[in-house]
């Protein structure tokens, strides 16, 4: 099979480890003349990790004939460190649930590795094309 694009959204994926860089934050705010706590956003950030298990990163989230990828945006590329990009192979997906979220739900997808979570408008929709594409595969 082909990586052939099936769908994609606009989304934010939740990401365990995912650490920020607040360099260029502190850099402008320098600049600006603006005071800038890095410490207090940093303790900010560390409760909001622990609360929701990592932090919602932005980006788009496609679905092809055999992957989910996700790529982060630019600006949260700017702001987080590491490579947040991920693929999940479909046949690595056992079950996939949509969950309630405050504006947009959220896609839950179990693999033999994890729970990854996306949050994004038309989950609904979105979900139901990720299981035609992983019953397709299975036939």
Request: net charge negative.
């Amino acid at each position: 099979m082909s990586n052939l694009k099936i769908a994609k959204k606009l989304c934010n994926f939740l990401i365990e480890d995912a650490k920020e860089d607040l360099s260029l934050v502190g850099n402008l705010a320098d600049l600006s003349g603006f005071d800038f706590h890095e410490l207090v956003v940093e303790s900010v950030l560390s409760q909001f990790k622990e609360a929701y298990g990592g932090l919602w990163v932005g980006g788009a989230v496609t679905l092809t004939q055999d992957h989910i990828n996700f790529t982060p945006n630019t600006l949260n590329e700017i702001f987080h460190k590491g490579d947040n990009a991920l693929s999940i192979p479909l046949a690595h997906i056992f079950n996939i649930d949509l969950e309630f979220g405050f504006l947009t739900k959220i896609i839950a997808v179990t693999t033999p590795y994890g729970i990854f979570k996306f949050r994004c408008f038309g989950a609904q929709n979105f979900m139901q094309k990720i299981e035609s594409q992983i019953q397709r595969r299975n036939t």
